[in-house]
């Protein structure tokens, strides 16, 4: 939980450092508000945890481990056995997650905790009804991933799931608790997608032959087919958004960008468009010189 002190500038949980590496959230992150991007990567604010993304990382951890089975034991009624076990495995891990489910004016919490539980199963049911695990033999689960491209940028992250076909072709699935977004927004979860398969690329040197995002929110599966020169579009796009990080690193210009997703942000007590001060910036500043932003 973030503390804040009188002044209303928040407490860092770690040493800060630069930026050394990019994953596909710290890239949204960058992209949606550059000073969220600070607070979570150079200060390290903490944040507080919240129902629906822990809800997520227990529907991830019981599709994950579904595969531990034989193939005719991965039934719907043995993965929602699973929930629970996952949540306490989970809660074993970080037991401040217990804070999710006091007793407060909101009910018991041991009755919101079943209801969260429920929403949890139902996830995983829904997933059976959009991929069938007995057909399936994923190469690879939770992969964590990383190449560093000829300008030294180090791109990172974990694919959820890493199927190959016989003739060698790649799929990479990763599953979404929430709703498709609408068509506009699309290509904002592809572009994800689009990272783990540019990563995959320079590690194999084999375009991934489909990306496919499974939304167990709303039932509904959304594939791309990428091709190299798209790849090396968003290569392109990646090494521009880690120029832009670097320049806001060295000048300590990290600007707030207010949308409405600052709904669901932790950080408004220190965020300028909220009337807060952040903290005092961590990392030693270079000044430009005059005419390098237009040369740049």
């Known amino acids: 939980m973030t503390s804040t002190p009188e002044g209303g500038s928040a407490v860092p949980c770690a040493t800060p450092a630069p930026p050394s590496s990019l994953s596909p959230s710290r890239a949204a992150d960058f992209m949606q508000c550059p000073l969220r991007y600070r607070f979570r990567v150079i200060d390290k604010l903490p944040e507080k945890p919240s129902e629906a993304a822990t809800r997520g990382t227990v529907v991830h951890a019981v599709l994950e481990r579904l595969f531990d089975a034989p193939r005719a034991e991965r039934t719907a009624v043995r993965a929602r056995a699973m929930v629970p076990v996952e949540w306490e495995r989970l809660l074993a891990q970080k037991p401040e997650l217990a804070e999710l489910f006091a007793d407060d004016e909101a009910g018991p919490g041991a009755e919101r905790l079943a209801r969260w539980l429920e929403s949890a199963e139902r996830l995983v049911d829904r997933w059976f009804s959009l991929e069938d695990p007995t057909r399936l033999e994923p ?40 709703k498709a977004p609408r068509a506009e927004y699309a290509a904002d ?31 509904d599966v959304v594939t791309c087919d990428p091709t190299a020169e798209e790849l090396r579009g968003v290569e392109r796009k990646l090494l521009a958004l880690w120029e832009a990080i670097q320049r806001a690193t060295e000048s300590g210009d990290w600007r707030p960008r207010p949308s409405r997703l600052c709904d669901w942000c932790d950080h408004q007590p220190v965020c300028p468009a909220f009337g807060g001060t952040p903290p005092v910036y961590p990392l030693p500043t270079m000044r430009r010189p005059p005419g390098a932003e237009e040369r740049a």
Request: hydrophobic share 45%; no cysteine; proline share 3%.
């Open 189 to 219: 979860a592809l572009f994800q997608m689009k990272f783990y398969a540019l990563v995959l690329w320079r590690l194999h040197g084999v375009v991934p032959r489909r990306l496919q995002l499974v939304y167990l929110g709303s039932g």
């Open 139 to 178: 190469a690879e689960r939770e992969l964590y991933v990383e190449t560093a491209l000829e300008s030294g940028l180090v791109l990172r992250g974990y694919v959820d799931r890493l199927d190959v076909a016989p003739s060698g072709d790649l799929r990479v699935v990763d599953y979404k608790t929430g």
